[in-house]
């Protein structure tokens, strides 16, 4: 019996080591396991003291300024001295500036008479007086029926030549009829040119039309 067991231990123990020699070989196999020569390497490596540190960098050197000096000023111009002894002569008096006589200027001609206004000449009464040619308006046969009377005032302007070139009503009859008619009759008006200092100009005068039922 005792045989027995130490035969099944030392099998049990053989088995284990042949399983260590086992995993070890396949260790080896893949290099998971260094040979010794590389294990020896890795152990010196190791070993291997650290590198010297360096020193620190001086400090840097503070180099102080020199003071500077400022330029003593400078006189640009000295006035010179004069002893109270010394004479010192007056400059001589400037000559005077020649005289120049100016041009007589001629007097300025007379000035030019007032031009004569321009504007027509008003005449002092009626447009008749002045007009041989002329002729009475037509009573307009509706105002006839109508009954229509009054009196209308013109304001007639003539040309140079004496022709009307404008009329217009300045004091209204009350009808329009009336004082139409009264335009149309002036407006064929020949009368005898204005004149101003012998010459033909331009007149303006008043005409009353008096229009009346008989």
């Known amino acids: 019996m005792i045989d027995r067991l130490a035969v ?3 099998a049990s123990l053989l ?3 042949a399983l260590h020699a086992i995993v070890l070989w396949g260790l080896w196999q893949h290099r998971l396991i260094p040979t010794p020569g590389e294990a020896m390497t890795l152990f010196v490596n190791f070993i291997a003291p650290p590198a010297p540190e360096k020193p620190p960098p001086p400090p840097p050197k ?3 300024p020199k003071p500077v000096t400022p330029p003593a000023p400078r006189l640009v111009a000295e006035t010179p001295v004069v ?3 010394d004479y010192v002569e007056p400059p001589p008096p400037p000559e005077p500036a020649p005289r120049i006589e100016a ?3 001629p007097p300025a001609p007379p000035a030019p008479p007032a031009p004569l206004p321009a504007g027509p000449v008003t005449l002092g009464e009626e447009l008749s007086v002045a007009c041989p040619e002329r002729r009475a308006p037509d009573y307009p ?6 009954g229509e009377e009054g009196t209308v005032v013109l304001r007639v302007e003539l040309d140079q030549a004496g022709s009307v070139v404008h009329a217009e009503v300045k004091a209204s009859s009350g009808f329009a009829r009336l004082d139409e008619a009264a335009l149309t009759a002036v407006k064929t008006w020949r009368c005898q040119p204005a004149r101003r ?3 033909p100009v331009r007149a303006v005068a008043l005409q009353p ?3 009346v039922l008989q």
């Open 8 to 10: 099944e231990r030392l």
């Open 15 to 17: 088995t284990v080591l």
């Open 62 to 64: 503070i180099v102080k």
């Open 83 to 85: 002893a109270p002894t």
């Open 103 to 105: 041009p007589a200027i």
């Open 141 to 146: 046969a509706i105002s006839r029926r109508l």
């Open 197 to 199: 200092n012998g010459q």
């Open 209 to 211: 039309f008096k229009f």
